[in-house]
């Protein structure tokens, strides 16, 4: 939500993360179409935990990232379980994804996505 700044660079620990942002910002009409056939249901959402990310192509990655991160309660990375609730609808609106990413895909567009050590981000 900042107003861009002259150069910016997204660094974050977790490269699962990282690897989304890259996705957004390259590859957007892939990663949504990822998502064409998508359902939002607990027995998906423990197959995706159980397959291995590094069998899994780049934007596939990604995908399943967003997917679990979207439908998990809490938004908790680690220890995730399958989010329900009886007052609001599942936190993954397949009709809107593309929609909802454009504002991210275009701040993307001129930042710099990386993942180190914050000291070697400062320069140190």
């Given at each position: 939500?900042?107003?861009?700044?002259?150069?910016?660079?997204?660094?974050?620990?977790?490269?699962?993360?990282?690897?989304?942002?890259?996705?957004?910002?390259?590859?957007?009409?892939?990663?949504?179409?990822?998502?064409?056939?998508?359902?939002?249901?607990?027995?998906?959402?423990?197959?995706?935990?159980?397959?291995?990310?590094?069998?899994?192509?780049?934007?596939?990655?990604?995908?399943?990232?967003?997917?679990?991160?979207?439908?998990?309660?809490?938004?908790?990375?680690?220890?995730?379980?399958?989010?329900?609730?009886?007052?609001?609808?599942?936190?993954?609106?397949?009709?809107?994804?593309?929609?909802?990413?454009?504002?991210?895909?275009?701040?993307?567009?001129s930042a710099f996505v990386e993942h180190l050590d914050w000291r070697?981000?400062?320069?140190?």
């Amino acid at each position: 939500m900042r107003p861009p700044a002259a150069v910016e660079v997204l660094n974050d620990v977790n490269g699962e993360l990282v690897n989304l942002y890259r996705v957004v910002q390259n590859h957007l009409e892939d990663f949504v179409r990822q998502f064409k056939w998508a359902l939002s249901s607990r027995q998906v959402f423990k197959w995706l935990q159980i397959t291995r990310p590094e069998t899994l192509t780049d934007i596939q990655r990604a995908a399943r990232f967003y997917y679990l991160q979207q439908n998990c309660f809490g938004g908790k990375v680690e220890g995730q379980t399958f989010g329900t609730s009886t007052t609001t609808t599942s936190g993954l609106n397949l009709l809107r994804l593309e929609e909802t990413l454009s504002a991210a895909h275009l701040r993307l567009s001129s930042a710099f996505v990386e993942h180190l050590d914050w000291r070697r981000i400062e320069g140190r």
